[in-house]
């Protein structure tokens, strides 16, 4: 399938014709003749729509930018990391409350043993990474300098708990009921392998009155650089397609879509192919846009729903999930394997070989960067992608769950370019894929008008940054609005007591 839109042409008669070609926002392709006529002195139009919806790949329709793709690792295997020496595993690795520690020093733990317990509703357990001995709990800085309780394990060995399923053998038939897979993958600790890190198991614990009609599956991997999801499609299929399976079990969905944009023609392809055993599975490419991945963009893109400001997918009859994050189910369900690793790309425009790493949580970072050279005249490291990852001022920090890319940027990349005035040119406006007026809101964060940031909708914001690579004043658009969402959310938690 081509990555074409509908094709809309106009005709102004008369002399002096010429013809060119654009494309709107919306990836409409227009055709346009013009013509004068010299009767009338003037133009007029004649418009002639042709459409052809089986061309028209689906995307949303409101906003999203282009920026560079620089997918410099999408062609390379994902290699198996070393186990590290001594693994730091953070204890609080998800989105909301923080588990318990079930360990102590002194103790000795096996591959899989739980070393932190969930609790709360929205908590994911903590299991071991490595076999050997608890040497150290005791809080340690992660990539930002905030310290963060931690268990430092020494490596002994490599000593499994005995109910995980280490054999190679791919499981299609799932045993397991509902309730039981949603136990599964809590007991696992899964979660969110998009960025988010949210505990997948909450998800399918549907309120009262919900139902899922579809389970949405985002594989768009629309960040820049980052290539891990790419590579799984590629290398697990089959066990991403049986741990989708599971999760329509658990959610009661009829239908499952994969969304891939249209630069992995190999992934949708062969995820196609292995997806003719599952009727009730449909890979769907979509337009090449940033930020297709992002929830609400991904639901209007795939099933044409719009989740009101607020509320959750499932309002809409959806649940979505990440495709490595189904990979992770799979591991869960069919093998009683807790998440203990995490997949990322190692990569940058000066890294000589990027790579995929298959990387243990608790893994020093240094120890995976020093693998293939950090490449002279490096002036930031990004955990994630430039889009939406974050700058690290601490180098000594440890892989967690959900940590998808170590980007490498060069001295020139890293500097910010002088701020300039705002020129009310409205393209963060325009880019913008929620609506909002970013402008507006930066300006009012910046006032300290949190009050009004509230009223203009800045809880909305999906912190993609769109607004902040549009702007051609290089304003801190998203610095100013993302501290605008911190002040009200504290606001309302003073608030609510």
Not at 25 to 33: A, D, T, Y
Not at 225 to 243: N, P, S, W
Request: include cysteine.
């Amino acid at each position: 399938m081509q990555n074409e839109m509908p094709s809309y042409s106009i005709d102004l008669h008369g002399k002096n014709r010429f013809s060119y070609a654009i494309k709107l926002h919306l990836g409409c392709k227009w055709n346009i003749n013009f013509e004068k006529n010299t009767e009338f002195s003037n133009f007029y139009i004649i418009l002639q729509t042709q459409k052809n919806k089986s061309n028209y790949m689906k995307t949303f329709t409101l906003g999203g930018v282009h920026p560079e793709e620089n997918k410099f690792a999408n062609h390379q295997i994902v290699e198996v990391f070393p186990v590290p020496k001594i693994a730091t595993v953070f204890i609080h690795q998800n989105l909301g409350a923080s588990p318990v520690c079930q360990v102590k020093k002194g103790d000795t733990v096996k591959i899989g043993t739980l070393l932190a317990k969930a609790e709360s509703f929205i908590c994911a357990n903590i299991h071991s990474p490595v076999s050997g001995k608890v040497i150290q709990i005791d809080d340690i800085a992660d990539s930002s300098h905030f310290k963060k309780t931690a268990v430092v394990i020494e490596t002994e060995g490599d000593e499994w708990e005995t109910r995980i399923d280490r054999s190679p053998e791919i499981v299609k038939e799932i045993k397991l009921n509902k309730q039981e897979i949603v136990q599964r993958i809590k007991d696992c600790g899964v979660v969110g392998l998009g960025g988010a890190c949210f505990p997948t198991h909450v998800k399918y614990m549907l309120p009262e009155g919900k139902t899922a009609e579809y389970l949405l599956i985002n594989a768009a991997e629309c960040e820049p650089y980052i290539t891990v999801d790419h590579r799984i499609m590629l290398e697990k299929a089959e066990e991403c397609l049986v741990g989708i399976n599971a999760l329509m079990i658990a959610s009661g969905a009829k239908k499952a879509k994969i969304g891939i944009e249209n630069n992995k023609k190999d992934a949708i392809k062969h995820l196609t192919e292995v997806a003719g055993q599952y009727p009730d599975i449909e890979v769907v490419p979509l337009y090449v846009k940033y930020p297709q991945g992002a929830e609400k963009q991904l639901i209007k893109a795939l099933i044409n729903r719009e989740v009101p400001d607020g509320q959750l997918p499932i309002v809409v009859g959806a649940i979505v999930n990440n495709i490595t994050t189904c990979f992770a189910v799979y591991e869960a369900i069919q093998k009683n394997k807790p998440l203990i690793e995490t997949y990322l790309t190692v990569t940058g425009k000066k890294v000589e070989n990027p790579k995929n790493f298959k990387v243990r949580i608790g893994t020093p970072i240094m120890d995976i960067l020093n693998n293939g050279g950090i490449p002279e005249n490096t002036g930031k490291l990004i955990a994630g992608g430039p889009m939406m990852g974050a700058a690290v001022s601490n180098m000594n920090f440890f892989a967690k769950k959900g940590l998808t890319s170590l980007l490498l940027l060069d001295e020139n990349e890293s500097k910010r370019a002088d701020v300039e005035p705002c020129i009310r040119c409205g393209k963060c406006n325009y880019g913008c894929p929620q609506g909002l007026e970013p402008y507006l809101l930066s300006a009012l964060s910046f006032n300290n008008r949190f009050e009004e940031c509230e009223v203009h909708g800045v809880l909305n914001c999906c912190e993609c940054g769109s607004c902040a690579f549009s702007c051609p004043a290089n304003r801190y658009l998203l610095d100013y609005i993302r501290l605008a969402k911190n002040k009200v959310m504290a606001a309302k938690r003073a608030k609510n007591g």
